[in-house]
């Protein structure tokens, strides 16, 4: 009898003992006692189920307006995860050294499985909270919230039914709305957080998805529920140029990589999907961008669909799904070059949960906006600027934290070059707005810029958010009629005998006609030959006009110190000036100079109050002693009458005709009479 209960009693263990194994797995499995399996897609099951999708949604009134759409490459604080893991525990081990990692558990016990697996993987608990709540599954990034900001600078979550009959799922922005303390609001428009992404500008994207799952709307209403919702005024809905799936998600194949920049995956010619995917990249790369210029689109090689744009950007790093093959090398330098100043880290999956082409890092982590956001919105200067002018550059400054912005904390931060960072301080104009200049630069310069902010909140930011690691660029140029060299130098006899040539050269779009040309000047230059044969003369655009200026008076005896004179010539574009650097050895004449009027040298100089000219005349006549900067221009007349022979000094105490005190700098004194002119060099220092 023994012999027979034995072998029962140890069938009944073992039965008893896959029961009890069975429990835990199922327990472990991400929707434990409702769908046995589910997958990123929907189920048969839940295909027969698909009516109950919104079913008790409530659509509220939308936020107060003007809103905006907080982007993916936003400050984020934190990012939302789910247990049971569809991501690695070495993923959430890195997200949590910069945010606060918070985990969706279905109840206390998980949560304390939880705190226990993170430390044994030394992921910083410190840095991590839950949310206690049932779900249905690991997607957080396709039933998620997303952020957006009202007219009062308060950050809110913005829901919508989530396109799965999931509706534990479909509770959790509301409730971590609650946990975060902030507002929610509904909006009826049935969609996923995979199919969608937005710049922070008021350009969003998702793929016609949106317009096939919500056929009671018409595309335009549902591009104003976006826009009344999110602030969204250019909605992108394009179709998905994956045709190997359907799932139809926009992440799957495309990523704002910042908001003039986006990221899509290219296969090998012979794929079927090669021609959709260039048509995709055409398509973008002729689209304006809300910086004005149309996009840059940055490609990634994915030859066996690896889901390399299924990635997350959190602050200053880029999490890229690895699939442990030659190609995540390929993927991690595109990022690399495309995001400069971004840290780029590769993950593989956990075996349990491996990345697919539809389903990867991104769509299993929702990032979650700093609810105290300090925010700066500035549409930069880019490709190609005058060096004509200065550089004014605006920007709006918004406080989530509703606290000050330090006024004395908004900086423009520059660069020319490889030159030192300077900076500028913005001038508040009113409300949140903020204006400052950068100083023109000259033609080739290539100009480096970022912003930055700290308000009362401790927050300090920048824009871009990376700053001087990756700045905004603009390259300087021409972009007017302008003289091509604007200075030329009389330094030897040769320069006096064959001349110096300048040429006008057009920059811009149009025709301008050239009507004058000063011919020559008080220092005895004078303009030898035109390309043209009369003026006016129309100076299409690209086109030139050269000039030879040449000087009369030579001697043998240069020197290294300089008088200036000017060259003026007046178009229908503006009037304009040619430097000229004069040695003044040059100027000597081989004459008697007893008999010529001499302007001796000015004393004290430099000087910081007053200055005597001395002055000898030889024979009666007008004179005129004179003022100039060093463009030319007379600033005070200090004598102009007729004198008989003799000495005198004329004091100068650097000021204008007007009486008004000049800056300090290099001027020239010319004293002037029928016969001749003579030039010499004051310093004035303030």
Known sequence: MRSILYPMKKTFILLLLVTLVASVLKAQEPNPGRIPALRH????????????IGKNFVETAPPAGPLRNAAEYDRMQGALVRYPFGIPLSLIREMATDVMVTTIVANASQKNTVIGQYVSAGVDTSHCNFLIAPTDSYWTR??????????????????????????????????????????????????????????????????????????????????????????VTNYQVVPDPNTSTTIDHIDCWGKFLAPDKILIRKVLPADPQYLPLESAASYWASQPSSYGNNYKVVRVMTPADQPYSNSVILNNKVLVPFMNTPWDDSAKAVYEAAMPGYTVKGFIASPSTPWMSTDALHCRVMG?????????????????????????????????????????????????????????????????????????????????????????????????????ASPFLFHVIYTNLAPVPDTLWFI????????????????????????????SGPLNWYVDSMSVAALPHMVNPGDSVCIRVKMVLITMNPTTSFVVDSLHFTTSAGNYHVIIMINPQLLSSTGDLAMQEVAGNSFPNPFTTETSIPIEI?????????????????????????????????????????????????????????????????????
């Open 41 to 52: 897609e929907m189920s048969p099951e839940e295909m027969l189920r698909k009516s109950e």
């Open 142 to 231: 396709d039933y998620g919230p997303w952020f957006e900001s009202d007219s009062t600078s308060q950050i809110g979550i913005i829901d919508f039914p989530y396109n799965r009959p999931r509706p534990l799922d479909d509770e959790i922005p509301k409730l971590l709305a609650a946990m975060l303390g902030i507002p929610w609001y509904g909006m009826n428009v049935t969609t996923t957080g995979g199919n969608y992404m937005t710049d922070g500008f008021g350009v969003s994207a998702s793929t016609d998805l949106v317009w096939n799952e919500n056929p009671t709307q018409t595309h335009a209403q549902i591009a104003q529920k976006h826009q009344d919702y999110l602030g």
């Open 492 to 519: 030897t006899q040769s320069d006096c005998i064959h001349g110096k040539i300048t040429q006008l050269h057009n920059y811009l779009t149009g025709p301008v006609n050239l009507s004058y040309v000063q011919m």
């Open 368 to 468: 979650i906006a700093d609810i105290g956001m300090l925010y700066i919105h500035h549409i930069p200067l880019s490709g190609n600027q005058p060096c004509e002018s200065d550089y004014h550059l605006q920007a709006d400054i918004l406080a989530c934290s509703h606290l000050p912005v330090k006024n004395d904390s908004v900086f423009i931060w520059y660069n020319v070059g490889s030159g030192p960072w300077k900076r500028v301080l913005m001038n508040n104009t009113g409300a949140n707005h903020y204006q400052g200049t950068i100083p023109k630069q000259a033609a080739g310069s290539d100009v480096k810029y970022y912003l930055s902010a700290a308000d009362q909140s401790g927050r300090h930011e920048t824009a871009p958010l990376v700053g001087a």
């Open 618 to 686: 030889r024979e009666r006549g007008m004179v005129k002693l004179g003022i100039f900067d060093v463009r030319g221009r007379e600033v005070a007349t200090l004598l102009s009458q007729v004198l008989d022979p003799g000495r005198l000094t004329v004091k100068w105490d650097g000021t204008d005709n007007r009486g008004i005190k000049l800056p300090g700098g290099v001027y020239l004194s010319r004293l002037t009479t029928q016969s001749r002119s003579e030039t010499g060099r004051i310093i004035l220092i303030r």
